[in-house]
T-cell receptor, first 117, second 112 residues
Framework: NAGVTQTPKFQVLKTGQSMTLQCAQD?????MSWYRQDPGMGLRLIHY???????DQGEVPNGYNVSRSTTEDFPLRLLSAAPSQTSVYFC????????????????FGPGTRLTVT | AQSVTQPDIHITVSEGASLELRCNYS??????LFWYVQSPGQGLQLLLK??????LVQGIKGFEAEFKRSQSSFNLRKPSVHWSDAAEYFC??????????FGKGTMLLVSP
C-alpha cells in the first residue's frame, strides 16, 4: 500500500490564482481530512469527510473547497489564493470509529508546502 | 470547545537525561488522546495513543504517556533522551469523526 499520498510536494502561487491540492489513499478509509500547519499554531482542521459525498467544515474552512466523489480521493481547492494561505497542508485518513466510540489511528500524508506571493 | 494546551514552546534536555512534555486538554466526553512527533521538514509520526483502559500507555521509540483524568493531562515521558529525539512534539485530542485538535507543539532540543 502507498498509504496517503499528496501532490504536489511544493507549489508557489501568485495571489488570486487557483489550484487543487491532491490527496489519495489506498487503504479504503472512510474518514479523510485536511489540516494546515503554520509556525507556532500546530495543525488546524480545514475540512473533513466521513465518506463519499459527505463533507463538513473544520476550524479554518474559509477560502477552501472540498469534495469527495470517491472513497480514495479528497482534493482541496483554493479558488483565489491569498498570502494568508501560505502554509504546509497535510491530508489524513482513518477507518471510521466504532459504534462504541473511539477512533482509529489517523494516517498522515507527507504534506504540501504552499507559498502564495 | 475542545482545546489542547502544551505549555512549553521549547524544552532543552541533555542527552541521556529524562524528558517530560506536558499536555493538558479540554474535552467534554472521554478523550481519545495522541502524541505525534515531527522532524524538521517531515510529516507526522504517531508515537502513542490513549483510547481507554490502562492509563499508562507505551509507544514507539521508548516513549510513554500517562492519562490523568483528574488533571486533564496526558504528559509524554522518556527515561533517557537521545540526540535523534530532537524534533517537535504535538499532543492532540480526537474531536469526532477522527478529526483532531492539536496543541501548538513543543520543540525539543537535545544538548550534548
Amino acid at each position: 500500500n502507498a498509504g496517503v499520498t499528496q501532490t504536489p510536494k511544493f507549489q508557489v502561487l501568485k495571489t488570486g490564482q487557483s489550484m487543487t491540492l491532491q490527496c489519495a489513499q489506498d487503504m479504503n478509509h472512510e474518514y479523510m481530512s485536511w489540516y494546515r500547519q503554520d509556525p507556532g499554531m500546530g495543525l488546524r482542521l480545514i475540512h473533513y469527510s466521513v465518506g463519499a459525498g459527505i463533507t463538513d467544515q473544520g476550524e479554518v474552512p474559509n477560502g477552501y473547497n472540498v469534495s469527495r466523489s470517491t472513497t480514495e480521493d479528497f482534493p482541496l481547492r483554493l479558488l483565489s489564493a491569498a498570502p494568508s494561505q501560505t502554509s504546509v497542508y497535510f491530508c489524513a485518513s482513518s477507518l471510521a470509529g466504532t459504534s462504541g466510540g473511539g477512533s482509529y489511528e489517523q494516517y498522515f500524508g507527507p504534506g504540501t508546502r504552499l507559498t502564495v506571493t | 470547545a475542545q482545546s489542547v494546551t502544551q505549555p512549553d514552546i521549547h524544552i532543552t534536555v541533555s542527552e541521556g537525561a529524562s524528558l517530560e512534555l506536558r499536555c493538558n486538554y479540554s474535552y467534554g466526553a472521554t478523550p481519545y488522546l495522541f502524541w505525534y512527533v515531527q522532524s524538521p521538514g517531515q510529516g507526522l509520526q504517531l508515537l502513542l495513543k490513549y483510547f481507554s483502559g490502562d492509563t499508562l500507555v507505551q509507544g514507539i521509540k521508548g516513549f510513554e504517556a500517562e492519562f490523568k483524568r483528574s488533571q486533564s493531562s496526558f504528559n509524554l515521558r522518556k527515561p533517557s533522551v537521545h540526540w535523534s529525539d530532537a524534533a517537535e512534539y504535538f499532543c492532540a485530542v480526537d474531536t469526532g469523526y477522527s478529526t483532531l485538535t492539536f496543541g501548538k507543539g513543543t520543540m525539543l532540543l537535545v544538548s550534548p
